[in-house]
């Protein structure tokens, strides 16, 4: 490989790098997504060198058009990206520089190093907001299911055993309620990425007389009142990798939450429970046998939450052994995250298809959330009321459910006065804690599944998603 091969740091080599090499240290294959980010933050630069004198008017806007002009080129898929370039950065500034002479000056007072930190900050903003955009949808989706079944009742589970009957709105905005703090924490990802690195060089910024909060600013670095923000310290800024584990942690967390929910869906639209029945379009048959619809969207989501850990898990121990600052490894940072958000917005859209596409079998919910044993803590709520202490009602409603299947019948259906036997405080009236809706209306609390408090939920939602 000729020595001009590396027009940008080749000066000081005698021989250029193996093809070998050239092809295992590239990351233009990448990185290229980059490119819209890349070329705002040269157009910010280069505002900022001619804003501070170190290039002319003129010279800005040649740069400025040729920038465009390459951009343009990308987006139509017609530039030609080259390996030999090694990144995204140094391809476009290459073909910048044989379109217009300024080029040569683009680079004054600017490193790679800061230079891939604000693009990647860029990206971050950008990446933030696309999937709390799409996490959105998969809310709006479950509000949607929820509001066309508000009044099916179902089981809630703990240890997967019938615990306490529920609303299924209030599970569905348990669930609303994961995706709503996955969007909180993408919001803090781009909160903490909106800061610019530009000014910080390679590591220890420039002796040149920049202006960095113009930059800043130029790049929409700035905060609620529209000041500028710089990075402060130029050896943290392109050693530090955070919001690509932050970003990363913020994909994977919405990955456990979707895999959870994905399970649930999965237990419910089984024969055993046939709760929901899932839409074709997200499932697929067996090869061999005939009858089946698997819920292969949900079985897949909970796999790819195994994934989006696992590249959290690289950018980990990709950080941890670093002396500051930067290191050739820290190019390994990018695959990770591209792959996070294109899994998690795949993902979340998959979600709100298969939650959008789902139905209720209404006469199953209403079969399982009509045994009686579902209200026994109601039962000993009841006792309570008449003065029994907690733990003494616990055992009285113990005893009768045992009671219940040594006689083989439902727990609403003893005689009265065998249950009298067992504890006198169970009153004529004891029956009356098995009417469903009333032991649901009773649930008043902030947080609980009474109708009060489920309407109260509906109204946040909606006004939430609007
Ligand atoms: N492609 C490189 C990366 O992604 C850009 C920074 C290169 N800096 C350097 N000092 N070699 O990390």
New binding site residues.
């Given amino acids: 490989m000729a020595k001009s091969s590396q027009v940008t740091?080749g000066s000081r080599f005698t021989a250029g790098p193996a093809e070998l090499m050239l092809r295992f240290s590239e990351?233009?294959s990448f990185?290229h997504r980059l490119a819209p980010f890349d070329i705002a933050g040269s157009k910010a630069h280069s505002a900022m060198l001619a804003h501070v004198g170190l290039i002319s008017p003129k010279e800005r806007a040649a740069i400025h058009a040729g920038l465009d002009a390459i951009l343009a080129e990308i987006s139509a898929g017609k530039f030609k990206w080259e390996i030999k370039l090694?990144?995204?950065?140094?391809n476009i500034e290459q073909a910048l520089t044989q379109r217009v002479p300024a080029a040569a000056k683009l680079h004054t007072a600017r490193?790679?190093?800061d230079?891939?930190a604000t693009d990647m900050r860029l990206w971050f903003k950008h990446a933030t907001t696309v999937l709390g955009e799409k996490i959105l949808g998969t809310q709006r989706a479950l509000l949607a299911v929820a509001t066309a079944n508000r009044d099916v009742l179902i089981p809630g589970y703990t240890h997967l055993q019938r615990a306490q009957p529920v609303y299924l709105a209030h599970h569905l905005f348990a669930w609303m309620e994961m995706l709503q703090r996955d969007r909180a924490r993408l919001a803090d990802v781009a909160a903490h990425a909106n800061w610019c690195p530009l000014g910080s060089g390679?590591i220890a910024g420039t002796t040149l007389p920049i202006d960095r909060e113009f930059t800043a600013k130029a790049l929409g670095f700035v905060d609620a009142k529209g000041r500028p923000q710089v990075t402060q310290n130029s050896m943290d800024t392109v050693a530090d990798r955070d919001l690509f584990i932050e970003f990363a942690a913020a994909c994977a967390t919405f990955g456990v939450h979707m895999s959870r929910i994905a399970e649930d869906l999965i237990l419910w639209s089984s024969t055993e429970f046939k709760f929901i029945e899932l839409p074709d379009a997200f499932c697929t048959g067996s090869s061999l046998m005939p009858q089946k619809k698997n819920p292969d969207s949900c079985e897949l989501l909970r796999g790819k939450s195994a994934r989006l850990q696992g590249n959290l898990h690289t950018l980990l121990t990709l950080a941890k052994g670093l002396p500051l600052t930067?290191n050739?490894d820290?190019?390994?940072?990018?695959p990770p995250v591209f792959d996070s958000f294109d899994q998690t917005a795949l993902c979340a859209d998959v979600l709100a298809g298969t939650i959008g596409g789902m139905t209720l079998h209404r006469e199953r919910c209403a079969a399982a959330v009509a045994d009686p044993a579902l209200l026994a803590t109601d039962l000993a709520d009841y006792l309570v009321l008449r003065g029994v202490p907690f733990r003494q009602a616990h055992h009285a409603v113990g005893d009768i459910v045992k009671l219940a299947e040594k006689l083989g019948l439902p727990l609403n259906q003893l005689p009265t006065v065998e249950v009298q036997k067992i504890n006198p405080a169970y009153g004529d009236d004891w029956l009356e804690v098995f009417d469903l809706k009333r032991a649901l209306a009773k649930r008043t609390g902030t947080g609980m599944p009474g109708p009060k408090q489920v309407a109260k939920q509906f109204a946040r939602w909606q006004k939430a998603l609007k």
């Fill in positions: 740091w990351s233009v990185d090694e990144d995204v950065h140094m490193s790679r190093n230079q891939v390679a930067y050739r820290l190019q390994e940072d990018k």
